[in-house]
């Protein structure tokens, strides 16, 4: 099967079969931290200053900040759903590598970080404590369930992080004034939000694209071993 095809069906499997697990929802919250954070983050690299973030209930967020020269803040423009895509691509390299309590250890730190310097408002400072008192608990007494915890996360990110993608894409074309980071960076380059709207989704695909084939591979690699375990008894 095209890789493609296997990507796009994976994707749509997993999003569909997650709608059951109870509460999933409050973690699709990961992927806007994580948006949030790169734009935060980019500002900071590029010498500008970040006001605040805000996490809302709908999964929707919002970085404020100022910077000093206009230009730079394409890049921070862009950071967003770039950070989100290569991040879940990198729960799944991790997870690929065995060391899932790495990638949890990242991603509470970066939740810690987003609540003791930039997160403001009721419900995003409430989310990202809830988050990280859990994270904690399961790394220090859950260690039957932190690699399927681990999953859930990388799987929701990754998730999101193409499902987010497409919708700014769809929009980029049908209501480009409502397209979120594709209008700024619309309103900021001579090149139009259909552009930078299709660009995130291809570019979120890529990257889910990436980081599925490092999951079949994990898997794969460890059907083989337990085979050669159980012939060698």
Known sequence: ????????????VSV?????????????????????FGHALATLLLSGKVLRIELYADHSGVTYST???????????LAGYISASLFAWL????????RHMWGLGIITAIALVSLLLYVRGEFGMLWLTGFIALNVVIMIFGAKIVKFYYLFLAFLTLEESVLTAMYIGLLSWTQPSRAGDAANLAQQTFMPAMFWGTLFAL????CAKGALALFFRKESNSGRTSRARALSK
């Open 67 to 77: 910077m000093l020269t206009p230009g730079r803040s394409i890049l921070v423009s």
């Open 91 to 98: 729960l799944f390299y991790l997870y690929r590598k065995g």
């Open 16 to 36: 569909f079969l997650t709608r059951f697990i109870p509460f999933s929802s409050l973690f699709r919250n990961v992927d806007t931290m994580i948006h949030e």
């Open 1 to 12: 099967m095209n890789k493609w095809l296997k990507t796009i069906l994976f994707l749509i």
């Open 203 to 206: 570019f979120a695909l890529w």
